[in-house]
Every structure is written in structure tokens, then in C-alpha cells.
């Protein structure tokens, strides 16, 4: 069974920094693209950034210049570097890929994790 397992978050000052993290866990031979999303209190879920398996990135325009997200695929793993955090990025964080292939030869499809709460004082 494939799980998504996101952490990293708590709470921090507005300028400050995080960094978020997000194992695939599984018999996994090889994970597609995987990005991150977020989700505030009252708002619909919305796109943070993305990154493909040739490493092409893609990011939110309220995001650009500030996070930075890259993967190790030797490790099953996303990261989220935030940087110049501001209290409008508070929110639930979530990881998703949206092909992993198992070594049973399986594709689980649009996987998510759990998520990971961030917090960003005025």
C-alpha cells in the first residue's frame, strides 16, 4: 500500500522560514509528477507548487520568488522550502503525486497525504 506522509509544519513569525517534507512510502518503483497544495480555513484547496520527474518546476504566482520545491527521488521524497513566510500562507499543506507505479506493476493515481498544518503570525 502506498502511503503519502507530509511533516515539517508548526508555527512561525511572518518572515520566517520552513521547510516541508513528503515521503512516499510503499514497494514504489517510480513516482510521477508531485507537488504541493494548501488549503485555508473557509478557501478552496489551491496549488503551491509542482515538480516533475525531469525536475521542471511550477509554482502559484502568490508563492513565486519565495518557495522552492524539489524532490530526491532515491529517497521517495518532496520538499517545500518556504521562505519570507506571511500570515496569508497560513494553512493546511498537502502532498500529492499524481502517478506512482508499485512493484506489483499497480499505478495508484492523484495520491494525497494527510496534510501538515502551517501557521504564520503577524
Known amino acids: 500500500q502506498v502511503q503519502l506522509v507530509e511533516s515539517g509544519g508548526g508555527l512561525v513569525e511572518a518572515g520566517g522560514s520552513l521547510r516541508l517534507s513528503c515521503v512516499v512510502s510503499g514497494r514504489i518503483l517510480s513516482i510521477g509528477d508531485m507537488g504541493w497544495y494548501r488549503q485555508a480555513p473557509g478557501k478552496q484547496r489551491e496549488l503551491v507548487a509542482t515538480?516533475?520527474?525531469?525536475?521542471?518546476?511550477n509554482y502559484g504566482d502568490s508563492v513565486k520568488g519565495r518557495f522552492t520545491i524539489s524532490r530526491d527521488d532515491a529517497q521517495n521524497t518532496v520538499y517545500l522550502q518556504m521562505n519570507s513566510l506571511k500570515p496569508e500562507d497560513t494553512g493546511v499543506y498537502y502532498c500529492n503525486t499524481d502517478r506512482i507505479l508499485t512493484i506489483r506493476g499497480h499505478y495508484a493515481y492523484d495520491s494525497w497525504g494527510q496534510g501538515t498544518q502551517v501557521t504564520v503570525s503577524s
Open positions: 515538480i516533475t520527474r525531469g525536475g521542471s518546476t
